[in-house]
Antibody
Framework: QLQLSGPGLVKPSETLSLTCNVS??????????WGWVRQPPGKAFEWLGR???????EYNPSLRGRLTISVDASANEFSLKLASVTAADTAIYYC???????????WGKGTTVTVSS | EVVLTQSPDTLSVFPGENITLSCRAS??????LIWYQHKPGETPTLLIY???TRATGVPARFSGSGSGTEFTLTISSLQSEDFAVYFC?????????FGVGTKVEIK
């Protein structure tokens, strides 16, 4: 089970921070991937990035280096930090557990993030 | 990146009907395609991966087919709980990309 937490409102140019707590599964389990996707209003889902149980990461190039995904094994959770947000980052954000790195079997309940001053 | 185009945008049908939804890729994705079901206020549900493999617990009335750039999701004898948005995702080329979805509504 994935439980997402974080602010619903972020000011432009600030950093969005979201955390996904994992229960029933270790974030360090061999071959586990963890990831983030979002859905802007009226648009398709967008794949943001993923982190492997080893800590290696892959990010969507469209985010131009603004995204950092990390794991906190002691808390059994993983996090997203998106820097320099703009209105274009307004979306419903989801944390996910992608099987084989890409098949989104498990989803956390989405959280709406609005970027506005 | 690979662009996924879904059609139609909306499909109005009666319960009990059979329907076919389309997902077309701008470049070949082989069979690395997934279908999800998304109901308002809920998280998406994985239906099909590998273009045609049903996920655990998915009823047999859902079937996927296709390869390369053309894919279909067929739902036989539509049930009331099947009215939702269906969207596809490719995982052949990074970054993974998604279609906008087809809304299946009650006629």
């Amino acid at each position: 089970q994935l439980q997402l937490s974080g602010p619903g409102l972020v000011k432009p140019s600030e950093t969005l921070s979201l955390t996904c707590n994992v229960s029933g599964y270790s974030v360090r389990r061999t071959n586990a991937y963890w990831g983030w996707v979002r859905q802007p209003p009226g648009k398709a889902f967008e794949w943001l990035g993923r982190i492997y149980y080893t800590g290696s990461t892959e990010y969507n190039p469209s985010l131009r280096g603004r995204l950092t995904i990390s794991v906190d094994a002691s808390a059994n959770e993983f996090s997203l930090k998106l820097a320099s947000v703009t209105a274009a980052d307004t979306a419903i954000y989801y944390c996910v557990r992608p099987l084989r790195g890409a098949v989104l079997q498990d989803w956390g309940k989405g959280t709406t993030v609005t970027v506005s001053s | 990146e690979v662009v996924l185009t879904q059609s139609p945008d909306t499909l109005s049908v009666f319960p009990g009907e059979n329907i076919t939804l389309s997902c077309r890729a701008s470049h070949t994705v082989h069979t690395n395609l997934i279908w999800y079901q998304h109901k308002p206020g809920e998280t998406p549900t994985l239906l099909i991966y590998g273009a045609s493999t049903r996920a655990t617990g998915v009823p047999a009335r859902f079937s996927g087919s296709g390869s390369g750039t053309e894919f279909t999701l067929t739902i036989s004898s539509l049930q009331s709980e099947d009215f939702a948005v269906y969207f596809c995702q490719q995982y052949n080329h990074g970054p993974w990309t998604f279609g906008v979805g087809t809304k299946v509504e009650i006629k």
